[in-house]
T-cell receptor, first 114, second 112 residues
Framework: DTGVSQDPRHKITKRGQNVTFRCDPISEHNRLYWYRQTLGQGPEFLTYFQNEAQLEKSRLLSDRFSAERPKGSFSTLEIQRTEQGDSAMYLC????????????FGPGTRLLVL | KQEVTQIPAALSVPEGENLVLNCSFTDSAIYNLQWFRQDPGKGLTSLLLIQSSQREQTSGRLNASLDKSSGRSTLYIAASQPGDSATYLCAALSYNTDKLIFGTGTRLQVFP
């Protein structure tokens, strides 16, 4: 298993454009998490899935953000009408079900909104 | 609401020193606490996970302790090496949620 992968690794876009990121978790992991990290800060939770069900969403996830995990495998995070404040590293993590399980993180997608 | 704080924000030490990184959390009702390493521009690598029933965990030169009553965890790095240079993040998982709450990290530089 190659671990959690994310695509793209870098994205530069203009304000107002839509962007979509993809996360492929470790194959046997049924939990998938999205976090956002700005420069000099720790990651902040956005949302998570157990299989295909989205179980929790942060207040940080405004109406412009939507996440899906249609078949309980890979997940996508879409940001509509991007704003400069959306510039950040978007991290995906996956784990087995259970609070005692470690979350394994992907390399992240760095978004820059001009 | 859980808040996690890490001190110091940055640390620069010569190779070979033993060092301690500190993590404080406001809500002692945590399920577990994790320490991660993050290299510049990269994702997070899990180092150690301490369950609430445990007092410490060890992996190689790393030892993490947990004191729930005082709301503190420490990461001890023995005989530091330049390859240890990275940002170290701690994260708490509380009982009433499934999301990790991260501190802002300690940026460590070990110079030869």
């Amino acid at each position: 298993d190659t671990g959690v992968s994310q695509d793209p690794r870098h994205k530069i876009t203009k304000r107002g454009q839509n962007v979509t990121f993809r996360c492929d978790p470790i194959s046997e992991h049924n939990r998938l998490y999205w976090y956002r990290q700005t420069l000099g800060q720790g990651p902040e939770f956005l949302t998570y899935f157990q299989n295909e069900a989205q179980l929790e969403k942060s207040r940080l996830l405004s109406d412009r953000f939507s996440a899906e995990r249609p078949k309980g495998s890979f997940s996508t995070l879409e940001i509509q009408r991007t704003e400069q404040g959306d510039s950040a590293m978007y991290l995906c993590a996956s784990s087995l079900e259970g609070r005692q399980e470690t979350q394994y993180f992907g390399p992240g997608t760095r978004l820059l909104v001009l | 609401k859980q808040e996690v704080t890490q001190i110091p924000a940055a640390l620069s030490v010569p190779e070979g020193e033993n060092l301690v990184l500190n993590c404080s959390f406001t809500d002692s009702a945590i399920y577990n606490l994790q320490w991660f390493r993050q290299d510049p521009g990269k994702g997070l690598t899990s180092l150690l996970l301490i369950q609430s029933s445990q007092r410490e965990q060890t992996s190689g030169r790393l030892n993490a302790s947990l004191d729930k009553s005082s709301g503190r965890s420490t990461l001890y790095i023995a005989a530091s090496q330049p390859g240890d240079s990275a940002t170290y993040l701690c994260a708490a998982l509380s009982y009433n949620t499934d999301k990790l709450i991260f501190g802002t990290g300690t940026r460590l530089q070990v110079f030869p």
